[in-house]
């Protein structure tokens, strides 16, 4: 039984080392590092892991919110990083470039311009909040919104107890870079440090842009993580900032101003309630 589960270690072991460094021992040109052959694509057969069908009548509680995913955190610094990609490998992106790519590409289409989903947002459209060309005395000056300018996520997602499982779930709906607002990058004499949400994507469409592209692996470099499974495993810290209440989805600095510490006691309590909903549940 151990001389089992020692083979089944080290093979798991040997293909993750293979599928990381692609080719990298049978390389005959540096061109060939990364690239698989045409047997082994069919072999591997990668994909996000797809969602169970959940019937709405399995829902006995739910509840959405709202989350801004803070990127000057440690822990969520694989989600901001890399920011130069001159001196880096062209597999690996930060969340928001990969977003922009898959976007730009033609891989996600479900783009829009609020969480509500209500009005799609054309690429053109987003290009006008990350790029802005100025004009002055002649001289034409452009300004990027790039990976540095993000200083953030805000997420969007359910809460919900499934009773034919018998446990509390969470399904991410959608996710949005928080940046600057690029009409003041450059100008002088203005100082705008506020975050602007510049487009929501809807998550599912997303899930097979995320998962080919990896996350360094700072435990074990032969096995990188996809930004599927750090979104789906909550691999995050975040703060709640929005619920789904009954005075029209007011953010909590909308009714607790100008207290920091209020407001992130309120998140607390949110979060706090969330946990004993799945134990009340429980109770009869």
Same mark, same amino acid.
């Given at each position: 039984? @151990?001389?089992?589960?020692?083979?089944?270690?080290? &093979?798991? $072991?040997?293909?993750?080392?293979?599928?990381?460094?692609?080719?990298?021992?049978?390389?005959?040109?540096?061109?060939?590092?990364?690239?698989?052959?045409?047997?082994?694509?069919?072999?591997?057969?990668?994909?996000?892991?797809?969602?169970?069908?959940?019937?709405? %009548?399995?829902?006995?509680?739910?509840?959405?919110?709202? +989350?801004?995913?803070?990127?000057?955190?440690?822990?969520?610094?694989?989600?901001?990083?890399?920011?130069?990609?001159?001196?880096?490998?062209?597999?690996?992106?930060?969340?928001?470039?990969?977003?922009?790519?898959?976007?730009? *590409?033609?891989?996600?289409?479900?783009?829009?311009?609020?969480?509500?989903?209500?009005?799609?947002?054309?690429?053109?459209?987003?290009?006008?909040?990350? @790029?802005?060309?100025?004009?002055?005395?002649?001289? @034409?000056?452009?300004?990027?919104? *790039?990976?540095?300018?993000?200083?953030?996520?805000?997420?969007?997602?359910?809460?919900? &107890?499934?009773?034919?499982?018998?446990?509390?779930? /969470?399904?991410?709906?959608? $996710?949005?870079?928080?940046?600057?607002?690029?009409?003041?990058?450059?100008?002088?004499?203005?100082?705008?440090?506020?975050? /602007?949400?510049?487009?929501?994507? &809807?998550?599912?469409?997303?899930?097979?842009? $995320?998962?080919? #592209?990896?996350?360094?692996?700072?435990?074990?470099?032969? *096995?990188?993580? #996809?930004?599927?499974?750090? $979104?789906?495993?909550? %691999?995050?810290?975040?703060?709640? @900032?929005?619920?789904?209440?009954?005075?029209?989805?007011?953010?909590?600095?909308?009714?607790?101003?100008?207290?920091?510490?209020?407001?992130?006691?309120?998140?607390?309590?949110?979060?706090?309630?969330?946990?004993?909903? +799945?134990?009340?549940?429980?109770? /009869?």
């Amino acid at each position: 039984m @151990v001389r089992n589960c020692i083979l089944v270690f080290l &093979f798991c $072991l040997s293909a993750s080392f293979v599928n990381a460094q692609a080719n990298v021992l049978n390389a005959k040109s540096a061109d060939e590092i990364g690239k698989r052959s045409t047997e082994r694509l069919e072999a591997d057969n990668d994909g996000p892991i797809p969602y169970g069908y959940v019937d709405d %009548r399995d829902i006995m509680w739910s509840k959405v919110v709202w +989350e801004f995913v803070d990127l000057n955190q440690k822990i969520n610094l694989p989600y901001y990083f890399p920011i130069d990609t001159t001196s880096i490998s062209s597999d690996r992106r930060s969340l928001f470039d990969t977003l922009i790519k898959g976007i730009r *590409q033609g891989k996600i289409k479900e783009a829009y311009t609020d969480s509500f989903f209500t009005s799609k947002i054309t690429q053109d459209e987003i290009d006008t909040r990350l @790029v802005n060309i100025r004009d002055e005395n002649g001289y @034409v000056d452009t300004f990027n919104l *790039q990976t540095e300018d993000v200083a953030g996520y805000m997420l969007k997602g359910m809460w919900y &107890f499934d009773k034919r499982q018998g446990e509390m779930k /969470y399904r991410l709906l959608a $996710l949005a870079p928080m940046g600057k607002d690029v009409q003041t990058l450059g100008v002088e004499n203005i100082e705008d440090d506020n975050l /602007y949400e510049l487009f929501w994507i &809807f998550f599912p469409d997303a899930r097979e842009v $995320l998962h080919d #592209s990896k996350v360094f692996n700072p435990m074990n470099a032969s *096995q990188p993580i #996809s930004y599927d499974h750090l $979104l789906n495993a909550r %691999r995050f810290n975040s703060v709640i @900032v929005r619920e789904e209440n009954i005075y029209g989805n007011r953010a909590i600095e909308d009714y607790i101003r100008g207290n920091s510490l209020f407001q992130l006691l309120e998140a607390n309590k949110i979060k706090e309630d969330i946990r004993n909903r +799945e134990i009340d549940m429980w109770n /009869y």
